[in-house]
């Protein structure tokens, strides 16, 4: 089974797609985890998407496809696999059609405060841990649980990219719902970390 994790910036599609991982042993893609090891990395990718990033705007379809495309041509996708932000706009959803059959489409329901919440205390590791000050801190502050080292805050975070991340999101991202009608299971992104990953397995199992 393919799956697409779709939601608001901070809606926790990261987090529960992690979980689902675990659980389906399948391997997740995360487009913007890509980004930011690319940026990290200083590629030639990570400093053409450097700037767009910090802004918080989408990068090009098509750069973000062939992205993906390589990405998952390096992984054993034959138990399925998980989608975690990508596609973001129809023309990324278009393009995968043509490559990749989606099976279910999670998305994720959250208010903008709490998104607000969720991304003001995140911490993250490069590991691809998520972490909350609050909601889901580690054993010891400042430093991951699986891996050891130490957490940091995205540089997309700032209150001004938050707010045009969300409202690239509104425009061109929420359209998608519609696109994907068939195949959306909607998830109440509002209860705690566990209580979500749970129904989504219990959705899961019913459609199944
Ligand atoms: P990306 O990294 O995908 O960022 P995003 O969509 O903005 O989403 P986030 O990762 O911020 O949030 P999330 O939903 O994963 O929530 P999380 O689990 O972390 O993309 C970054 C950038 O890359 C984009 O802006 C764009 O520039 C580029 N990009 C990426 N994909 C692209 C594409 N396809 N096309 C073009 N450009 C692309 O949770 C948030 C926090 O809440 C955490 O601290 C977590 O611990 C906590 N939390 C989670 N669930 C709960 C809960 N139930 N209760 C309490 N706390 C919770
Ligand atoms: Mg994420
Ligand atoms: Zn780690």
Avoid: W
Avoid at 36 to 64: A, F, M, S, Y
Avoid at 123 to 128: A, D, L, Q, S, V
Avoid at 190 to 201: D, L, R
């Amino acid at each position: 089974m393919n799956y697409i994790f779709l939601g608001m910036p901070g809606s926790g599609k990261g987090t529960q797609a992690e979980a689902l991982a675990e659980k389906f042993n399948i391997p997740i893609i995360s487009t913007g985890n890509c980004f930011r090891k690319h940026i990290k990395n200083e590629t030639e990718l990570g400093l053409q998407v450097k700037d767009i990033l910090e802004k918080g705007d989408l990068v090009p379809d098509e750069i973000t496809f062939e992205m993906m495309k390589k990405e998952i041509e390096t992984m054993d996708i034959s138990n399925g696999l998980i989608l975690d932000g990508y596609p973001r706009s129809i023309k990324q959803a278009e393009l995968l059609k043509e490559f990749l059959k989606i099976d279910i489409v999670l998305n994720i329901e959250l208010s903008e405060d709490q998104v607000l919440l969720r991304i003001g205390g995140r911490r993250t590791c490069k590991c691809g841990e998520t972490y909350h000050i609050k909601f889901n801190p580690p054993q010891k502050e400042g430093i991951c649980d699986k891996c050891g080292k130490e957490l940091y805050i995205r540089d997309d975070s700032k209150e001004e990219t938050i707010k045009n991340r969300l409202q690239v999101y509104k425009e061109q991202t929420a359209p998608l719902i519609d696109f994907y009608k068939e195949q959306i299971i909607n998830i109440d992104g509002n209860p705690p970390i566990p209580e979500v990953t749970e129904e989504i397995s219990k959705k899961l199992e019913i459609n199944n």
